[in-house]
């Protein structure tokens, strides 16, 4: 097969494949690129791309004839995707810079040189849908809202480069575990969650023995949202997860596939489940119930909470976490300024309405009781 034959055939399998942006889960440190991807044993391939100029960029090596415009870190996502797109087609049948496979939810190239890099995973089924992962990466970020903090050794990469980023807390968020309202089961420990999460817990009878409801279904938004990074890192461990978890595409397909499906168990953020109707923030969304969580090793009514937002203030609720923006702004620009609006009065406010926990705003918890 001919280069040009590579590469139509290559576009072709690309327009008919369903792809995956890996926003916002890449971290470099000395040389090193670390991928995070939801499932194991996909292996990816890395080329460099271009190379750090004055003016930005330049497309080098191979792909120095491609006609694509290099996004600019002030371009929006689809134009990185156009990108990514088009750079991917055109590295059909050229020598990767490195290759490897996840492990653990993730995979890690060392002495990688400065510059943009393309990173393209090979074909993979999930639920019957056929994904080829795709980013382009670069060190062009000036702000990232994340569930996670800078590591000492990203610290030290970023600071070695004249970068000195600052982690600021905006928001502590969760995670709702959502059933079908045919399901009578409400309580479950952290525990059980980890045994359902990797494989353990493939049946409702595991959990419940008197349970009619059959194999569970375990669903998220997507293969590589933050919420998967979430369990992969926090409950499972670095664990990789259950082969059998079924992909949505949104928080909102989650809560309408587990409110058709009385054996699902969907996992989605908490601002997700909200009452529209109710600005207390106290009732959930009436077309699915909201599990119990606790800590202990026997889930009880006394020691397992929702995930309402004085549950989440207090820590009581065990499936809670931070969010922070990484602000790499010297110039004190727009990035900057977001980040102060996010995180005075009025963003604050924004974030406490959307079912959050503001981070630097008050917040009032008062205990009303029924006479």
């Not at 590295?91 to 490897?100: I, L, N, V």
């Not at 023995?209 to 293969?223: K, W």
């Not at 989605?268 to 800590?295: C, H, K």
Request: charged share 20%; glycine share 8%; proline share 5%.
């Amino acid at each position: 097969m001919n280069r040009q034959k590579r590469r139509l055939w290559r576009c072709a399998v690309l327009w008919m494949t369903v792809w995956l942006l890996l926003c916002g889960t890449v971290h470099a440190a000395g040389g090193t690129l670390t991928l995070r991807y939801a499932f194991d044993g996909v292996a990816f391939s890395i080329y460099r791309v271009a190379e750090p100029t004055a003016a930005g960029y330049a497309l080098t090596g191979p792909f120095d004839d491609c006609r694509v415009r290099l996004p600019r870190p002030e371009d929006g996502a689809s134009v990185w995707k156009d990108a990514a797109e088009t750079l991917a087609g055109y590295a059909a049948g050229k020598q990767p810079t490195a290759r490897g496979v996840t492990h653990g939810g993730q995979v890690t190239f060392a002495g990688l040189e400065p510059g943009l890099h393309l990173a393209v995973g090979d074909c993979h089924t999930l639920n019957g849908k056929t994904y080829i992962p795709v980013i382009l990466l670069a060190d062009s970020v000036r702000l990232a809202i994340t569930t996670q903090q800078l590591t000492k050794q990203e610290t030290a990469y970023l600071n070695d480069k004249k970068f000195t980023p600052v982690s600021v807390k905006m928001a502590t968020d969760g995670l709702a575990l959502i059933v079908n309202k045919q399901n009578t089961d409400s309580l479950i420990t952290v525990d059980q969650f980890k045994e359902i999460l990797t494989g353990k817990v493939t049946d409702w009878k595991q959990l419940n023995p008197a349970s009619r409801l059959g194999e569970l279904q375990l669903v998220f938004d997507n293969p590589n949202s933050s919420t998967v990074h979430y369990v992969l890192d926090s409950i499972c461990g670095g664990m990789p997860l259950s082969k059998d978890l079924k992909a949505q595409k949104t928080n909102p397909e989650v809560i309408s596939y587990v409110a058709k499906n009385p054996a699902a168990l969907g996992v989605i953020g908490v601002n997700w489940i909200g009452n529209p109707a109710d600005s207390t923030r106290l009732s959930f969304n009436d077309a699915i119930r909201i599990m119990a969580v606790s800590r202990a090793d026997s889930a009880t009514v006394g020691n397992s909470f929702k995930p309402y937002q004085a549950y989440l203030a207090l820590n009581q609720y065990p499936l809670t976490r931070n969010v922070y923006i990484l602000l790499n702004d010297p110039k004190s620009g727009l990035p900057s300024g977001l980040t102060s609006f996010l995180t005075d009065f009025r963003g604050q406010r924004i974030i406490l309405k959307s079912g959050l926990v503001p981070a630097t705003a008050a917040v009032r918890i008062v205990d009303v009781k029924e006479e």
